[in-house]
């Protein structure tokens, strides 16, 4: 019953910005902790940000503080990532995830419901 859509990735040149969307049901955007992950090629996925259904509190990776922004918009059943002053090392497979657990999100890759992913490539 769980489905997550990912949407808003591409191609941008370092210091520019992006913004992924993640439509969500309605179910799932109610009762369910929202996060974002990232997945370089020959590296681990990574935690990029998250947050809480219960009380609206983010958290992020320290390499994406100050820079990324975490949103949820309920009327639109939707979370998004807006990433500003994109370097390099934010290329990546981006993908939304959501958890019952809001700390589970923060201190592991979890097993947690996937969306497909969206491709973001920053170039010099």
């Known amino acids: 019953q769980v489905q997550l859509v990912e949407s808003g990735g591409g191609s941008v040149q370092a210091g520019g910005s992006l913004r992924l969307s993640c439509a969500a049901s309605?179910?799932?955007?109610?009762?369910?902790?929202m996060g974002w992950f990232r997945q370089a090629p020959g590296k681990e996925r990574e935690f990029v940000a998250a947050?809480?259904?219960?009380?609206?509190?983010?958290s992020y990776a320290d390499s994406v503080k100050d820079r990324f922004t975490i949103s949820r918009d309920s009327a639109k059943n939707t979370v998004y990532l807006q990433m500003n002053r994109l370097i390099l090392e934010d290329t990546a497979v981006y993908y939304c995830?959501?958890?019952?657990?809001?700390?589970?999100?923060?201190?592991?890759?979890?097993?947690?419901?996937w969306g497909h992913g969206t491709q973001v490539t920053v170039s010099s």
């Open positions: 947050v809480s259904v219960s009380d609206g509190r983010s």
């Open positions: 995830a959501a958890h019952t657990s809001y700390t589970t999100l923060l201190t592991t890759i979890p097993d947690a419901y």
């Open positions: 309605v179910r799932t955007f109610t009762n369910y902790n």
